[in-house]
């Protein structure tokens, strides 16, 4: 997705994170309800791949829960086959989709299926530097071939050789075998071996311009492998989400991250009862301070968001909690992949309930997840 100028703002260098006019702390002020285990937070660091890594993160959780233990595990793996795919659809329509470093989390789903998966030390995909993903020059330069290709009367035999040998290059061979504990493994053996099925997990989202309890291709400039997702009313949305967390399952999360509300380096993202436009600048600040009365978000609400612009697929994130304010309101704690040190949280922050509503794009759980009486519409 296309936040990485957003994320060099946040990471900007920090300011001492602010207190309350109580003295309270965020921590102090929000409580965990239930929090899932997850692997260390990650960073994307220079590319647009946080559909990647925060499925990734997911797929590390659910391992967590099925009791198969801590992996790491390589989001570049995915990525490269995902480019590969994304070439490949890119040239069957005639250079008319989206190409960019963007895809969807049920991308990941796809390659697990198609392709499997492996650990991070089998394929870390750090050619450029050892110390950070970097993928501006091999995003250009993937982009600029697809367009040549797509220009050309006819393709040549050797084409996709070709674009391997750049994702060669840029990401490090393909990890046809390689050595974990002391065994050997092929992508798809791994992902036997982890039993990873990729047909337990469900997309949703929540629009009402398809019918509910229906399913239809998404429809997002980022979603060039015509993802199909689940259509449920907004409280249907919110109310998977609690109860996937409740019961132990975490939750992938697409959203707009545009929003004033957002507020990463605060640890927030939040829909204050005040209009922005209403507020100084005073204001504007000491609402990322203290908690504050959410807005109550309406499916008509969320609806003109996406009509709009407001709303589209900036970012994806991984829900890994659920927790309280004073005043009651709900919140659920987020990892982010912009490294432990982007902000006072490690990497973390509290969405509320309104903003999830106002400014979700899909999400994805495990089908378990699902409360039964919503599932059984389907």
């Not at 099925?66 to 890119?90: N, P, V, W």
Request: hydrophobic share 35%; proline share 3%.
């Amino acid at each position: 997705m296309k936040k990485q100028i957003m994320k060099a703002l946040w990471l900007a260098p920090l300011l001492l994170f602010s207190a309350s006019l109580c003295g309270q702390t965020l921590q102090d002020q929000i409580k965990m309800i239930k929090e899932i285990p997850a692997t260390s937070v990650k960073d994307q660091a220079l590319t647009g791949t946080c559909w990647s890594f925060g499925t990734t993160s997911f797929i590390e959780s659910e391992l967590i829960r099925m009791g198969k233990g801590e992996f790491d595990l390589s989001e570049m793996f995915t990525i490269r086959c995902t480019y590969f795919d994304h070439a490949k659809q890119y040239i069957k329509y005639h250079g008319k989709i989206n190409f960019s470093a963007g895809a969807q989390g049920w991308d990941m789903f796809n390659v697990i299926r198609d392709y499997g998966i492996v650990p991070q030390e089998a394929y870390p995909g750090l050619r450029i530097d050892s110390n950070q993903h970097n993928h501006i020059e091999m995003d250009r330069v993937l982009k600029s071939m697809v367009e040549t290709l797509v220009a050309l009367d006819k393709l040549s035999p050797v084409w996709e050789d070709a674009y391997n040998g750049l994702l060669d290059g840029y990401l490090g061979e393909y990890p046809n075998e390689f050595q974990y504990k002391g065994k050997t493994y092929t992508s798809e053996s791994f992902r036997n071996y982890l039993e990873i099925d990729a047909s337990d997990y469900w997309a949703l989202t929540s629009f009402n311009h398809h019918p509910y309890y229906s399913e239809y291709v998404f429809e997002s400039p980022d979603n060039w492998s015509n993802g199909i997702l689940k259509n449920v009313p907004l409280n249907d949305l919110t109310e998977i989400i609690t109860h996937a967390l409740k019961n132990g399952y975490s939750v992938v999360w697409s959203s707009d991250v545009s929003d004033p509300g957002f507020n990463h380096k605060k640890g927030l993202a939040i829909v204050p009862e005040k209009d922005w436009d209403d507020m100084d600048e005073t204001e504007k600040q000491e609402v990322f301070n203290q908690v504050v009365k959410q807005k109550e978000i309406t499916p008509e609400m969320h609806q003109e968001g996406y009509l709009n612009y407001e709303t589209t697929d900036d970012h994806l994130m991984h829900i890994v909690g659920l927790a309280k304010d004073k005043n009651g309101t709900t919140y659920y704690k987020v990892k982010n992949s912009w490294g432990q040190e982007s902000n006072e949280l490690g990497g973390y922050f509290y969405a509320s309930e309104a903003y999830v509503k106002l400014r979700t794009m899909s999400i994805a759980v495990h089908k378990d997840a699902v409360p039964k009486k919503i599932a059984e519409k389907f």
